[in-house]
């Protein structure tokens, strides 16, 4: 069974401070991939990584960076100097080998930056 | 904008009423998705397609729940006899498919279902 885990349920920064944002997944597939979504009060999903196992190397775009882990499960994403317009909920997502077929998401972790 | 469409983004229904939702994908996406959300949580998979094709039926809620892509392009959800329990945001995906390989996977906005 694939399961995702973001323990942090809310999360409260003041501008301009970093923050992490936790996830661990569980997966029998040797190939699989990982993503991270963002999900502004207006609902939609937006897509901000996506990850294949088979690629371990960190990733840093702007403000946001991405330590995905295979030894500990983990792939956690940072916001650097964050912003008000980072408020949202994050949510990591899980695809097994047939990719695209479903993801398996978490539940999500809700950010709120503070002026 | 071609991004994926939902219509309603909003439906208030009384108990045991049969609702249905629309999606439009973007047009030259082969494939699409329908998810259910429920307050507090992540997004959880219900089925999808490939073109007209449903390749997964089987995390469909109950029986109450159909999904449809009769022509590979549109798609509808329905929902018989609504339970107050089926008050959640319902999302749809598409993406263009070619082989193993995935491009643009992307979600609609959503539409929310209250059950009263």
């Known amino acids: 069974a694939q399961k995702v885990t973001q323990a942090q349920t809310e999360i409260s920064v003041v501008e301009k401070e970093d923050v992490t944002l936790d996830c661990v997944y569980e997966?029998?597939?040797?190939?699989?991939?990982l993503f991270w979504y963002k999900q502004p009060p207006s609902g939609e999903l937006v897509f901000l990584i996506r990850r294949n196992s088979f690629d371990e190397q960190n990733e840093i775009s702007g403000r946001y960076s991405w330590n995905f882990q295979k030894s500990t499960s983990s792939f956690n994403f940072t916001i650097t100097a964050s912003q008000v317009v980072d408020s949202a909920v994050y949510f990591c997502a899980l695809s097994g080998r047939n990719y695209g077929q479903n993801f398996v998401f978490g539940p999500g972790t809700r950010l709120s930056v503070l002026p | 904008d071609t991004g994926v469409s939902q219509d309603p983004r909003h439906k208030i229904t009384k108990r045991g009423q049969n609702v249905t939702f629309r999606c439009d994908p973007i047009?030259?996406?082969?494939?699409l998705y329908w998810y259910r959300q429920t307050l507090g949580q992540g997004p959880e998979f219900l089925t999808y397609?490939?073109?007209?094709?449903?390749?997964?039926k089987s995390r469909l809620l109950s029986d109450r729940f159909s999904a449809e892509r009769p022509k590979g392009s549109f798609s509808t959800l329905e929902i018989q006899r609504t339970e107050q329990g089926d008050s959640a945001m319902y999302l749809c995906a598409s993406s263009l498919t070619r082989g193993t390989v995935i491009y643009g996977y992307t979600f609609g906005s959503g539409t929310r279902l209250t059950v009263v």
């Open positions: 997966t029998r597939d040797t190939t699989y991939y």
């Open positions: 047009s030259e996406h082969n494939r």
């Open positions: 397609f490939q073109n007209e094709a449903q390749l997964e």
